[in-house]
């Protein structure tokens, strides 16, 4: 059974930084795309930044320039560094990855809160 843990979660100050990583265990394919998606309170899931081996990066607006996603094939990871956080950036975080045929996989998600 395929599973994606994500850890680094936590609390930060604005204008500062955590990363996140995620771990995926049970897959006995490869993910072609991983990324990061966020869910605020209140409000939907929504895209942060997805990254494909070898291949482009994308981030959604409110984070380019701030975050930075990378990937390890070898380790089935993906990691997500954030940088001058605001406390727009508080969320919970989740970690997908798309196995064969595009079917989504999830973390269970870690909380994110920036605040002074």
């Known amino acids: 059974q395929v599973q994606l843990v994500e850890s680094g979660g936590g609390l930060a100050q604005p204008g500062g930084s955590l990363r996140l990583s995620c771990t995926a265990s049970g897959n006995i394919f490869r993910f072609n795309v991983k990324g990061w998606y966020r869910q605020a309170p209140g409000k939907e899931r929504e895209f942060v930044a997805s990254t494909t081996s070898g291949g482009p990066t994308n981030y959604t607006d409110s984070v380019k320039g701030r975050f930075t996603i990378s990937t390890d094939d070898a380790k089935n990871s993906v990691d997500l560094q954030m940088n001058s956080l605001k406390p727009d950036d508080t969320a919970v975080y989740y970690c997908?990855?798309?196995?064969?045929?595009?079917?989504?996989?999830w973390g269970q998600g870690t909380q994110v809160i920036v605040s002074s």
């Open positions: 997908q990855m798309l196995g064969p045929l595009g079917r989504p996989y």
